[in-house]
T-cell receptor, first 113, second 112 residues
Framework: DAGVIQSPRHEVTEMGQEVTLRCKPI?????LFWYRQTMMRGLELLIY????????DSGMPEDRFSAKMPNASFSTLKIQPSEPRDSAVYFC???????????FGPGTRLTVL | GESVGLHLPTLSVQEGDNSIINCAYS??????FIWYKQESGKGPQFIID?????DKRQGQRVTVLLNKTVKHLSLQIAATQPGDSAVYFC???????????FGQGTRLTINP
């Protein structure tokens, strides 16, 4: 079975550029979560969706960050414009029902120069 | 200047020994708990979960113990192997809530 799929796995960009991270959750899972992980702050929840609807985006750092889930099999996290402090590993996770076990993707390592 | 990151608790054990990783959770209303393993360069991997109506659950080489009285969760790994080296996170979910709250993690190192 395919797990959560994320792309790209690595992204290097320059400050001010737009960055789009992509996620395909496990088929049949109804909840999708975007996390950011850094050495300084650990694992932080940015936003999550239930049945493609954003439920809680209180973890999104700023208006530069936005996330969409146009259908049950695809979500994007966009940063525009990107800044060096956005450098981190971004994980997508999905679960069958929110509040239960989440399954994580391999992450996207973002470096903003 | 030098950046300061999270100082993860670290546990070092000899290969073949049993490991116990502990976690204190914060919310007495939490009713679902999960242990995750994160290897370097990978995403967190689901290991085992337990609901609050249980105090023990066993998997393959792993056991999770839950003590609700003192809000304590532990993960026991039997006969540790080099592949068990990773950071281990506990996560809790409060009844009715829709998101997990993760602990900061414990780094497990296996000595040959």
């Amino acid at each position: 079975d395919a797990g959560v799929i994320q792309s790209p796995r690595h992204e290097v960009t320059e400050m001010g550029q737009e960055v789009t991270l992509r996620c395909k959750p496990i088929s049949g899972h109804n909840s999708l979560f975007w996390y950011r992980q850094t050495m300084m702050r650990g694992l932080e929840l940015l936003i999550y969706f239930n049945n493609n609807v954003p439920i809680d985006d209180s973890g999104m750092p700023e208006d530069r960050f936005s996330a969409k889930m146009p259908n049950a099999s695809f979500s994007t996290l966009k940063i525009q414009p990107s800044e060096p402090r956005d450098s981190a590993v971004y994980f997508c996770a999905s679960s069958l029902v929110s509040g239960t076990g989440q399954y994580f993707g391999p992450g996207t390592r973002l470096t903003v120069l | 200047g030098e950046s300061v990151g999270l100082h993860l608790p670290t546990l070092s054990v000899q290969e073949g020994d049993n490991s116990i990783i502990n976690c204190a959770y914060s919310n007495s209303a939490s009713d679902y708990f999960i242990w995750y393993k994160q290897e370097s360069g990978k995403g967190p991997q689901f290991i085992i979960d337990i609901r609050s109506n249980m105090d023990k659950r066993q998997g393959q080489r792993v056991t999770v113990l839950l003590n609700k009285t003192v809000k304590h969760l532990s993960l026991q790994i039997a006969a540790t192997q080099p592949g068990d080296s990773a950071v281990y996170f506990c996560a809790e979910n409060m009844q009715g809530a829709q998101k997990l709250v993760f602990g900061q993690g414990t780094r497990l190192t296996i000595n040959p």
